[in-house]
């Protein structure tokens, strides 16, 4: 069954730092770039950050810029999201999404993507 799997979510104080990681099951992610998103309670879907394929592209969303970084592991086939200085407006359900020799442009759209986790839940809360 091929399907992503996040993980590193969990219960963080305001100030605090998680990472994320997104790893794939049942293929490999070296040819796909990665798309973070994520679902507050009652709010839609938004995009976080991307990477290409190549890795040589990252975009961040004006939320979370300044404060996130997005990377890859090739060895590992594994994708990281390194958020910093959490809020609890942060607090939400992330996923990561892949598309095959998928870019990453500057404006992140969740239609490109074709597969999905199942999200890792992300509570900032004192």
């Known amino acids: 069954q091929l399907q992503l799997v996040e993980s590193g979510g969990g219960l963080v104080q305001p100030g605090g730092s998680l990472t994320l990681s997104c790893a794939a099951s049942g293929f490999t992610l070296d040819d796909y770039g990665i798309g973070w998103f994520r679902q507050a309670p009652g709010k839609e879907r938004e995009a976080v950050s991307c990477?290409?394929?190549?890795?040589?592209?990252?975009n961040y969303a004006d939320a979370v810029k300044g404060r996130v970084t997005i990377s890859r592991d090739h060895g590992k086939s594994t994708f990281f999201l390194q958020m910093n200085s959490l809020a609890p407006e942060d607090t939400a359900v992330y996923f990561c999404a892949a598309e095959y020799l998928g870019g990453c442009p500057r404006r992140i759209t969740s239609a490109r993507f074709d597969r999905w986790g199942q999200g890792t839940q992300v509570t900032v809360s004192s």
């Open positions: 990477i290409s394929s190549s890795g040589g592209s990252t």
